[in-house]
């Protein structure tokens, strides 16, 4: 698996999306079944954008409105048979609403990157590479607009 930051896209359709949720310096994540605690992700359905699948899937898996969302690059995942990709994006969380989907969803909270290592599903060097990406780019987009 590699990541691709933007300004690179996916060479075909995304099977996949994921959204990076900030609140400040805390990140949003939620506890699937069978997976554990990860930040919101799922696939793009037909007829829909990676974008609309990623803010879809935060409001699904965390129930968080997102604002201010940004493309910030793509997963590449080869295996022997096939290359997937995944769209990356980061976004402010405007909102905290209920979880309606349980079945997508145990739970929530928000967390410091420092809480991650100890608690993040498949925790390893590029899955702390791009959360220390998606938190540089969502604080210079906040930045930008104070």
């Known amino acids: 698996m590699q990541f691709n930051p933007a300004p690179s896209t996916t060479p075909i359709r995304a099977f996949a999306?994921?959204?990076f949720p900030w609140c400040?310096?805390?990140?949003?994540?939620?506890?699937?079944?069978?997976?554990g605690w990860c930040i919101p992700s799922g696939r793009v359905e037909p007829g829909e954008s990676s974008m609309e699948a990623a803010l879809r899937e935060a409001?699904?898996?965390g129930g968080a409105i997102m604002s201010d969302v940004q493309y910030i690059g793509c997963?590449?995942?080869?295996?022997?048979?096939?290359v997937r990709w995944a769209d990356v994006f980061v976004g402010n969380i405007k909102e905290l609403v209920e979880i309606t989907h349980?079945?997508?969803?145990?739970?929530r909270k928000?967390?410091?990157?420092?809480?991650?290592p100890d608690m993040y599903h498949l925790w390893n060097p590029l899955t702390e590479m791009v959360f220390q990406y998606?938190?540089?780019?969502?604080?210079?987009?906040n930045a930008r607009s104070r």
């Open 134 to 141: 998606s938190y540089e780019v969502i604080q210079r987009s």
């Open 59 to 61: 409001r699904e898996e």
């Open 110 to 116: 928000l967390v410091g990157l420092e809480e991650l």
């Open 17 to 19: 999306a994921l959204m």
């Open 102 to 107: 349980r079945t997508e969803s145990l739970g």
């Open 75 to 82: 997963y590449q995942m080869a295996s022997d048979s096939e």
């Open 24 to 35: 400040e310096d805390k990140v949003l994540v939620c506890d699937i079944d069978r997976r």
